[in-house]
């Protein structure tokens, strides 16, 4: 199963440093997500940017497949000026 890693303000709402999640893909993660942390919002999700196996993602990407082994950190988007 994949790792998710929460920071510290996602880790407020899950009660979790970390969990462990099945799915193949980024979308499948957001749905086991929020299905077993009520208190996260896929909306809110599916607005950051997430980190898996260290490549950064900016935007949604659906269907960016999720391995078994992968660790998934999901970052606040940084904006710049």
């Known amino acids: ?6 920071s510290g ?3 407020r709402l899950t009660g979790e ?5 099945e799915a193949r ?9 929020t299905g077993r942390f009520p208190a996260l919002d896929d909306g809110e999700l ?9 490549m950064i993602i900016q ?4 269907t960016e497949p999720v ?3 992968s660790e998934v950190h999901f970052l606040q988007r940084i ?3």
């Open 46 to 54: 599916k607005d950051m940017a997430i980190a898996i196996d260290g």
């Open 9 to 11: 303000a996602l880790e």
């Open 59 to 62: 935007e949604p990407a659906f």
């Open 17 to 21: 440093p970390r969990a462990n999640i």
């Open 1 to 6: 199963m994949a790792v998710v890693v929460f």
């Open 79 to 81: 904006e710049g000026g």
């Open 25 to 33: 893909n980024y979308s499948e993660l957001i749905r086991a997500l």
């Open 67 to 69: 391995r078994p082994d």
